[in-house]
């Protein structure tokens, strides 16, 4: 047996949440976000969201670099304004995810879907394939998962003009 495999065990499995009792976020001064979490120290935290799409405030692991959790953000709205900008500043960083404002037009092509939008001011194009997997349904909105694994998010699908919805109607099952 490889002396690499490491055992899943309830200590491994275990799960502490912090809270801003005990846990404090700061800024280094090489740009990286820095924790002290229950009187340790770590010049750089990770921070990746458990449920990015239904609960994007609650359950935020921490992590150091190694990719070891360190404790579970419950609840991002118990944190002080100041320490949830620091936090929602670190996060986004790792979930950019541009607002479709308008959809110019959507074409199929040989099983592919080729999306023609604006970003706000700025156009955009790209391509999607299976469709149907690869728009993923949250409350008003939904999130288009391109061919390279860029999310865009239409956040209010209600909002957007109805020549945009026009476009989009024929591609959503």
Do not use: W
């Amino acid at each position: 047996m490889s002396d690499n495999i490491q055992t899943i065990s309830p200590d491994t499995l275990k799960t502490e949440y912090v809270s801003p009792s005990d846990c404090e976020f700061f800024e280094m001064p090489n740009g990286f976000l820095g924790a002290k979490i229950k009187g340790t120290e770590y010049r750089r935290v990770i921070l990746m969201r458990a449920l990015p799409l239904t609960q994007p405030d609650d359950y935020i692991c921490i992590s150091d670099v190694d990719k070891n959790e360190i404790g579970i953000i419950e609840t991002l709205g118990d944190f002080s304004p100041e320490q949830q900008a620091m936090i929602n500043s670190e996060l986004s960083k790792r979930y950019f995810c541009p607002v479709i404002t308008e959809i110019k037009s959507v074409k199929e092509k040989f099983g592919n879907f080729y999306f023609d939008v604006m970003i706000g001011e700025r156009k955009k194009n790209f391509t999607v394939k299976n469709i149907t997997k690869n728009i993923r349904y949250h409350g008003d909105g939904f999130d288009i998962i391109d061919v390279d694994g860029n999310r865009y998010n239409i956040p209010d699908y209600g909002k957007i003009s109805g020549k945009s919805r026009r476009n989009l109607d024929p591609y959503i099952y």
